[in-house]
Structures are given as structure tokens and as C-alpha cells.
């Protein structure tokens, strides 16, 4: 195995990052937010100061805080700068890299002792995490030099040497391992089962569609480190003995495409894709299958049929995968983040990995936090690990003094947790018992600002969309259940209406045809458990608390917002305003929506009663 | 070979290109589809039958997939394209709002394009910079943390043809 990876080595053979080198985060949301133009500043500023020849300027994945970025980490030292903009590379160069000054101004504040943190270590983000999956994400560029400099590929040489397939799988079940994609089915005993079934051929195909409206990191992973996911990939070929691999990608992520081509050309070129890998009599390759905007392919049975160049549409399982896949034949289906713990789990061995995380859940799992969230980004963190935790003291709470209401698991097929979930453990089980999913990981957090039926009905909205019409129960169920709580969000709702929204989610359970429709209920049916009240809230009282759903909200001034100028208060044709303290306040009983006040006021500080309805989706 | 078809081949140079390579592959339809998309910006029906004639598919077969997945358009969009993001964190963060900015500004909702064709409006289901919500994407360009006085910014600076 050492001789297979210095020949290995010599090949990729790059140059090793000088000490002194600069490091940017080049993740999709950093991008968004201008890391390009900082990435074209300070190149411009490296060469003013002839610094180009000298100091690297390397562009990594995303680093999981997205709250800083764009960010800029100088090495050695790693001083991490935060939220630049293209005025800040010229002060970075002159200051820090040749002035070797600290720029405070520029370095993260802990969000309540607003103390300087300089370094990742330095931050509670970072501190509180463990970072198997994401162990190269944002520290080194996505390249295979870089990733073979990180054990890259060595799980690979020692399992084509000393481990046969046999050996390989029974490492996988030692794991514990279960799938990343929402299922949590353990991977060892899949692969077991397309080892033992029978095909003329057989196929690995790695599930990238990252569906869930509100995950990333399969992207990310896709983005930051797609040589963990080829290597997984590669390993499960050998360990099942199949010859082809797909990555199915959506199309939305065209970043993670183009990575995962670079990533498989140097592969081959590597001699680690094709015929023959690594002249070890192995041959495995692999190709890219970009999806065209349809939730459902990430289900395993639309997936195939979108890999093989059809309509997505589902079918009835079994036969599963394992024995009946891609073009009749015996596929294994892995989610992204399963994969990339793969190589780790080889290396270190089964009985390593099971030490981490739960009883039932092992290891480790990555979290998207998005929504109301001080820091949102990626958090891996050991299965088990409390939602408070992960909300409170890893990703900083909830911003704009607020309260936290709710986080939403699982997505679309997922439900919510509260505040009496915050010392929950994370994992497959126990999320199960509390009505929702761990899903693929996506967790957006909600604010007392967010009203609970009008999340259910987003997630209605987007299952009826995404609903591939085949089966009646799921076409005519989803369509049905939005119009319901179209009703309530209306004002218009009954409380027979709730019973027939748990009547519908039954049916839609047990006779849909596949995962899609037999788990949209779930938002509804958890927003229902754990938010009644305000349901009832809705049909009772005409009320919608949270001040969301248009037809039940009035017009109001934000008083944090109002700064008391009394231009509301001079057009309003009702006389409807009047000043209160330092601030503005609207008499209800007065008030005629005709929305004067909205449009006056410079500050945005009116809260208007919208006219619009359902989300229009196109 | 019927004159019409002829016409055809000749318009069509540039996709038989692109068509020449997956000729006789199996399970290439939606990349083959893909890629006239990028070329015409839109999938024609013309482009369809050529495409259905050239790999030997079914016409009924290529429409169906078309219809199937939300990304191909039968319809040409405005010279400039915005796609709000619908995802869960954009929809908590209020892309709704963004939505509203733009029926004000510029008076058109997502699957409609402007009297003057210049933008093109669709909400597209998640981009994945969640971190970044409400996110924005202009042509090639993705736009993160935007508000309604920032996509007024936007639509002036991109309106120009
Ligand atoms: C409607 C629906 C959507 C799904 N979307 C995804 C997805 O986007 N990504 C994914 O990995 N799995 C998704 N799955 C789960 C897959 O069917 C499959 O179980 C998974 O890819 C298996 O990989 P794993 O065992 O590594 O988790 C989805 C399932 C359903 C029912």
C-alpha cells in the first residue's frame, strides 16, 4: 500500500502551499455575496506589490460560516477575515501581509462578549463541531494534489491491497453507517445485498439532487471536496463489484458540476478512474447525470429512470434498487454525505467510527442552518447532539432579539421541532418520536415572526408542485390538502377542516406510491401537533398571531422601524393614525387598507396587509 | 429527404453538432435537451421534432420529458432572466416580498415576461446559498441577502440592453 501511494503521489505530484499563502472561501453562498470581486481584488493588490510569484491565493470550498463571508483566512497564522468587500484586499495586503499588523476591524466579534475571535479554533462555530465530513471543506482547494496531502485516496490503496470486497462491506456494517439521504437505511447491509444479487452488470450511483428546499451541504461537500465523494463512490464500486457509476447533480448547482468534472478528469488522468485503477485489476468509472428541475428524481426509483434519460417517475419498489436498478441491473443508491464518510470509515476502521454518535445513529451529520439564524451555514456535529446545541451555542441563536418558535427538519417530507425539543438529541430515532425526519439535514430556523400554517402551506405548495401526477392518491391528496389550508390561512377555515386535513394525511400515507406523496403530510401533520393553537387561532378568532397570512392581518407600524417623521399619519384618508410616545400607531377600527401609510413611508416601517395569496411557482 | 427536412438540417447545424455525439447512447435525451436549451434559450418546438428526428425518439417521448422537468422552457424568456429563489430560508426570509417589488416595478409575475421583452421572471426551487437568503439569481449571476431597494439596484443595472 505505501509503494501503490508514493507511485500515487508522484504522479499528482504538486507543488505543497508555501506557509505563507492566502485562503478564500469560494462557496456558492460567499459567491453570492461578492467573493469574486474580493477574490479580483486582492490578485490585483498581489500583484501591485509583485506579491504574485510569492503568495498563493487559494480558493477552497465553503468554510460553513456563511455569516462571514466573503472571507479571507491568512496562513500561517490563520487570522480569519470576515464580511470583506473589494476596498478591504488593499488593507489586507499592506497591513497584514507585508505590515504584519492585526486589522480588528476586520476580525470576527463573538456575538455576545464581543470579544475578537481570530481563528476558526477561536470561534464557539468551529469549536463545538466535528468535522469528519466536511474535514477538507473549506481547508484546502478541490483539487487532488491538495486532497491526496489529506489522506486522499489512501482508503482506496489499502482497500484495492489488503482488504477484499468481502472485507470492505464488513467494515461498512462494523460502522454502524446509515444513509445520509433521509432513509437512514444502514449501508453495509445495501451494499451486502447488490454484492450477493445477480446482473450481468452492476452500477453505483451517488444521489446529488439535493431536493430538500433548504439544504446544501451536499452541495457543498459536491463543491468543496468532490474527491471524497469519487473515492467513496469508487470503494463502493469495488466493495459490490460494479464496473459504472452515475452522479446524478441538479441542475441548480452548476458550481458542484463543474467540480466534479475537474475532480473526475484529474481521477482518471490519476490512473483512479478507469481501466485498472491503480494496476490493481479494478476498473470503475464514472459520469455525471445533471438532473432538469424535478424534486421527485431524488427518489431512488425516479432517479434511475432520470439516469436513464426519461421522465422521472417513480415506481413501485420492490424490487429495489440493489437487485433491479439502472437499466435492469443491480445498482447501489448513496447519498453524497454517505459517501464521503466513507473513506475515513476504511481508513480508520468500523470499530472507530461506531465510538461516534448514538446507540442507533453513528457518527457524525452535517446541518444546513439557514432561516433565522445568527450563524448560518454548515455544522457537523456527533448524531445525538441537542437541537439547543446546535441553535444556541454553536450557530450563535437567534438574531434581532427574537424568539426562537420553531426549526423545520426534513424538509418538504420532514416536520418541526420547539422550543420543548431543544434538548432532544439529533438522531434518526428520536426526531422520528418528535413527528419529524433528520432528513438530509436541512434545518431552517423560524422566528416568533413566522406563522406555522403558512409553513404548512409553503410545504403543501411545493409537494403539490413537485407531485409527478402519477399516482392518483398523491396528484388529487396534495392539491387537496393545500386547498384546505388555503382556507384556514384565508380566514375562511372550520375546525371539521383540521380533521379532514388529518383524514387526507392518512390516506396520503398509506396509499401513495412513493415517498413523496406518503410523507408530504408530515409538515402539516407536525405544524398541527405542535401549533394547534394557532390553527384554531385562524378559524376561531380570524387571527393569524405570527401577523403573516394576508387576509388575516391588519395594517401595523413597526415601531422598531418608525421614526415618529408623521407622513403616515398626514395622508391616511381615515384619520386612522395618530402619534403614540416617540412612535405612530394604526386604530384598527379606523383603518380602510387602503395602504396610503405603506407607500408613504420612507422607512418601510408600515406593515402593510398583503394583497398577495398562494406563492406563484414558475 | 423532403425539402422541409432539408431546411431543417440546415438551420440546425450548430445543434447536429452537439446531437452528433449522442447519437445511437442510451439515456442522453435530457442532456441532448439540456444543451439545445443553453444554445436557443428556450426549446422550440421545431428544435424538438429536429431533435426527435436526429435520435431517433418518439416526438411524443420528447415532449413528455419536457413537460416533465421544470427547467426546460417552450417559451423564449426576456433578454434578461431573473429567477427568484423559492427555496424554505428564501420563502422565511421574504422572497415573497421580492416578488411583490418586482409586480410593482415592472409589473410581471414569475412565468411572464415584460411588454418589451426585456425581463424574464421564474422562482426556482432552491439554489443551495440558504445561508445567503433571499437569494437572486440574474442571468449567470447569483445575488445573495437582497431586499427590495436592492433589487430596484439590480433591475437598473441589468435593464439596459
Ligand atoms: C421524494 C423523495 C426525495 C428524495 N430526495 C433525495 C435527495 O435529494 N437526496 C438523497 O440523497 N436522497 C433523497 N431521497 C432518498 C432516496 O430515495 C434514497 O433513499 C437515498 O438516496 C439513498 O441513499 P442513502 O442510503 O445513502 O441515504 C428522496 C426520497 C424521496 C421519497
Redesign the interface.
Known sequence: MINLMTGLKERVAGTKPRERHLLLCGG??????GCRQVKEAVMRELDNYKLSGEIELLEAGCIGN??L?PTLIVYPEGVVYRRLTVENAKEIIEGHVLGGRLLEHLLHRDDLTNEIQRRREDMPFYRKQQRLVLRNCGVIPPHIESYMSNQGYAALAKALTELSPGQVIEEILRSGLRGRGGGGFPTGRKWQAAREAEGPRKYVICNGD???????MD?SIMEGDPHSVLEGMILAGYAVGAGQGYIYVR???PLAVRRLEDAIAEARKALLLGNNILRQGFSFDVEI???????VCGEETALIS????????PSPRPPFPVSKGV?GCPTVINNVETLANIPPIILNGGEWFSRIGTESSKGTKVF?????IRH??LVEVPMGTTLREVIFEIAGGIPDNKEFKAA?TG?PSGGCLTTGHLDLPLDYESLREAGSIIGSG?L?V?DED?CMVD?AR??SG?NRQ?S?GKCTTCRIGTKRMLEILEKIAGGRGTEEDLARLESLAELLRNASLCGLGRSAPNPVLSTLRHFRDEYLAHIREKRCPAGVCPDLTRHVIREERCRGCGLCHNICPAGAISKEGRTFRIDPDKCVDCSACVRECPF?AVRGR???KE???? | MKRTAIKRKEKYQELDGVLEKYKGRKGVLIKALSEAQEMYGFLSREVLIHIACELDVPLSEVTSVVSFYSLFKTEPSGRCHIEICSGTACYVKGMQDLLETLEEEINIKPGEVTGDGRFGLSTVNCVGACSAAPVVKIGDELIGDVDSKRLKQLLGKYGHD
Request: charged share 25%; aromatic share 12%.
Open positions: 456558492v453562498p460567499c459567491l453570492s455575496l456563511c455569516r463571508g439535493e431536493g430538500d428546499p433548504g439544504a446544501f452541495r441542475a441548480e448547482y447525470r445533471v438532473g432538469a428541475g424535478a424534486f432520470s439516469v436513464e434519460g426519461t421522465r422521472g417517475d437499466w444546513a442552518l439557514a432561516g433565522k448560518s451555514g423545520q424538509g436541512g431552517i423560524m413566522t409553513v409553503y410545504f411545493f413537485e409527478c418601510e398583503k394583497r398577495r406563492l406563484t411557482r414558475a
